[in-house]
């Protein structure tokens, strides 16, 4: 059981919208920043958001991050079948001095 | 660009220690204040931190694996290490080394990960 709860799928067509939500409480989203990584099957995790909102060099801004109380957001728009991938948001928890990650949500477009 | 390489034993046996060493190029692992991690990921699973340690030394490990890990640093060859002590097949795990931001950031390098299997 993750300390941070994603939906375990997502699905949407190409040219679509489509939204990941991350879940966890005020020891970890609610009072540090959120990150956003993306895993391509058969890869290693790749920072896609970080601090909530921001895009590293090279991350398109059809990737976009958010955050609301104790719960976080990652939009992609314009999915592209090269954008199926599992997706994990991570935080500290300032409660288990340690970092966390949510289980992974795994998109699919179809 | 900085890049990040595990390497070690595929297998271990159970009980036994693992043991995984991060070598870092394109930049110094000493340079910069910054802090080097262990991030593992079990078949079909989810990621799993597993501990960080800052580049003089000083370390801060998962509370779940604090009692068998041990994370250290080379800066001489530019390496980190991974020992972890004890294992089960619960341990069977990608490994993956990372930078993080800072002490509680995220991670923005990661190596290509390696594959660890516990049998005898």
């Known amino acids: 059981q993750s300390v941070l709860t994603q939906p375990p799928s997502v699905s949407a067509a190409p040219g679509q919208k489509v939204t990941i939500s991350c879940s966890g409480s005020s020891s970890n989203i609610g009072n540090n920043y959120v990150s956003w990584y993306q895993q391509l099957p058969g890869t290693a995790p790749k920072l896609l958001i970080y601090?909530?909102?921001k895009r590293p060099s090279g991350i398109p801004d059809r990737f976009s991050g958010s955050r609301s109380d104790t719960s976080a957001t990652l939009g992609i728009t314009g999915l592209q079948t090269g954008d199926e991938a599992d997706y994990y948001c991570?935080?500290?928890?300032?409660?288990?001095?340690?970092?966390?990650f949510g289980g992974g949500t795994k998109l699919t477009v179809l | 660009q900085l890049q990040l390489q595990e390497s070690g034993p595929g297998l271990v046996k159970p009980s036994e220690t693992l043991s995984l060493t991060c070598t870092v190029s394109g930049g110094s692992i000493s340079s910069s204040n910054y802090y080097w991690g262990w991030i593992r990921q079990s078949p079909g699973k989810g990621l799993e931190w597993i501990g960080s340690?800052?580049?003089?030394?000083?370390?801060y490990y998962s509370p779940s694996l604090k009692s068998r890990v041990t994370i250290s640093v080379d800066t001489s060859k530019n390496q980190f290490s991974l020992k972890l002590s004890s294992v089960t097949a619960a341990d069977a795990a990608i490994y993956y080394c990372?930078?993080?931001?800072?002490?509680?950031?995220?991670?923005?390098?990661w190596g290509q990960g390696t594959l660890v299997t516990v049998s005898s």
């Open positions: 340690i800052y580049y003089s030394g000083s370390t």
């Open positions: 991570g935080t500290w928890d300032s409660s288990l001095s340690a970092w966390v």
């Open positions: 601090e909530n909102d």
């Open positions: 990372a930078r993080p931001a800072y002490y509680s950031g995220y991670f923005e390098f």
